[in-house]
């Protein structure tokens, strides 16, 4: 069964032309994922298929009304006998932030219902008694909340099996085992006066390994200290990030040799 994912928005032809290219695209048309942009306003009532009010209470900007948005959540819903996995999400600058391992956990579903925000933000009781849950993308402000769908979309989808060519490359991404990423090089080995690393053109494939896990351990070290408290570090990682910390505290240099 693919990974369904369904966009409530008030712009969906952001969404269509933004997945309708490269991977999201080619894993659509593999039948790996399914991703259906739900038009917000075709789901509200009367003549002029009005989505937004202005807030009680007075207050600048303007706020999604909550009937069209649980009429799109309601009317795309898995049947309840179908033993679907399912989340209502809700974008939000107020939600918890989306990372790698959140992206793991919602790779596990079956089915995936994005409500985009707008505007000044939705009408509480959507976040109350329809959401399961809620996502930030960032600690900032969009204009509009299909690219924050679209974040999930893409971060989701690439875990998924036969999506990427290369099935371990999920793995080796920065935040995977909450470290960044070591360097890449390609070809040419030299560019104006710029070497790769002899280790990278030795084929030695352990000597590689150990470069690369060092390297990731020293850029994740100087970048992100923070992510290190969370990594899973064996004892070999532990002695390569102390002699790193004594190379860092006596002068030498801190990124790629």
Not at 8 to 28: D, K, N, T, Y
Not at 43 to 62: C, L, N, S, V
Not at 81 to 86: F, H, N, S, W
């Amino acid at each position: 069964m693919a990974l369904r994912f369904d966009i409530i928005a008030l712009f969906p032809e952001m969404v269509v032309s933004a997945a309708s290219v490269s991977i999201l695209g080619r894993a659509q048309q593999a039948g790996l994922i399914e991703l259906r942009p739900v038009p917000l306003r075709d789901y509200a009532e009367g003549k002029h298929r009005i989505t937004d009010e202005p807030p009680f209470g007075g207050g600048g900007g303007m706020i999604l009304k909550p009937e069209p948005i649980f009429a799109a959540v309601e009317g795309n819903r898995c049947p309840s006998d179908a033993g679907c996995r399912e989340s209502v999400i809700l974008l939000s600058p107020q939600g918890q932030v989306f990372t790698q391992h959140k992206a793991r956990q919602l790779c596990e579903m079956d089915h995936l219902l994005l409500v985009c925000g707008h505007y000044e933000g939705v009408d509480e009781r959507v976040r109350e008694h329809l959401a399961t849950e809620e996502l930030s993308v960032g600690d900032y402000i969009l204009t509009a909340g299909e690219v924050a769908a679209l974040v999930v979309v893409d971060a989701v989808s690439r875990l998924v099996p036969g999506v990427l060519g290369d099935e371990n490359a999920p793995e080796e991404d920065s935040f995977s085992g909450s470290l960044l990423e070591h360097p890449h090089y390609t070809r040419p080995a030299c560019f104006r006066d710029w070497d790769v690393p002899e280790v990278l053109l030795s084929g030695h494939h352990e000597q590689i390994r150990r470069w690369r896990r060092e390297q990731a351990l020293r850029r994740t070290l100087i970048r992100r200290p923070d992510l290190l408290q969370k990594a899973e570090l064996g004892e070999e990682d532990l002695s390569v990030l102390a002699q790193i910390r004594e190379q860092l505290c006596g002068g030498e240099p801190s990124e790629t040799p």
